[in-house]
Every structure is written in structure tokens, then in C-alpha cells.
Nanobody, 123 residues
Framework: VQLQASGGGLVQAGGSLRLSCAAS????????MGWFRQAPGKEREFVAA????????SYADSVKGRFTISRDSAKNTVYLQMNSLEPEDTAVYYC?????????????????WGQGTQVTVSS
């Protein structure tokens, strides 16, 4: 599975960005796609994940109410709409793919990773 992430950039605090991640290659009957992030000097952390049916979604507490994950099954693409961005959201954001259910928050549970896209929020 190949993952191609896009949509990062520089935004002021309070602004919005939308990340996209397109999956290609091997197919699976049920799987999970998620977003993680890693700030300089910190470990990679969970942001949000969604099952491909769309009926199971999970968010990190730090982004609940501000970020929304969604998917377009026809395009094999997952999105992360990020609103009310804060400087603490600055990180490299990684798209991840888990080849089976359930939705989890653990880095080690995901089988494939995208290249990462930088999100910088200025104060």
C-alpha cells in the first residue's frame, strides 16, 4: 500500500487546513486509515482514525471538536479538516494505514505510512 499525503502548510493561529491522503496498491476488505503527528523532539502521537466503512471514528482528546476526519471510498482518500489551529498543533503529520479493524491509537498497530506533511501554526 502506498500513501500520498498533501495539504500541509503555514497558517496563523485560529486558521484552518485540510490534509488529504490517497491510498493505492494492495486492497483489503476492511481497514483503518489514520493521522498521526510528530513535533520536534517528541514522539509520534495519534490524531484521528476512521474505519473504511466510516462508522468507527476516534480522535485524540487534544483535537476533539477542532479536527474532523472523513473518507471518500470512491477515491480511496482520507481527509483531516483542521480548524481553530493552535501553535501546539505544529508538527509533521503522517497518514497511516492499518490492514484490519479495529480502529486503534497505537503507532505500532499501523502497517503502512505516508511520507509526512508539515503543518506550521504561527502565533
Amino acid at each position: 500500500v502506498q500513501l500520498q499525503a498533501s495539504g500541509g502548510g503555514l497558517v496563523q493561529a485560529g486558521g484552518s487546513l485540510r490534509l488529504s491522503c490517497a491510498a493505492s496498491g494492495r486492497t483489503f476488505s476492511s481497514y483503518v486509515m489514520g493521522w498521526f503527528r510528530q513535533a520536534p523532539g517528541k514522539e509520534r502521537e495519534f490524531v484521528a482514525a476512521i474505519s473504511w466503512s466510516g462508522d468507527r471514528i476516534s480522535y485524540a482528546d487534544s483535537v476533539k471538536g477542532r479536527f474532523t476526519i472523513s473518507r471518500d471510498s470512491a477515491k480511496n482518500t482520507v481527509y483531516l479538516q483542521m480548524n481553530s489551529l493552535e501553535p501546539e498543533d505544529t508538527a509533521v503529520y503522517y497518514c497511516a494505514f492499518r490492514a484490519h479493524l479495529p480502529v486503534t491509537m497505537r503507532v505500532d498497530d499501523y502497517d503502512y505510512w505516508g511520507q509526512g506533511t508539515q503543518v506550521t501554526v504561527s502565533s
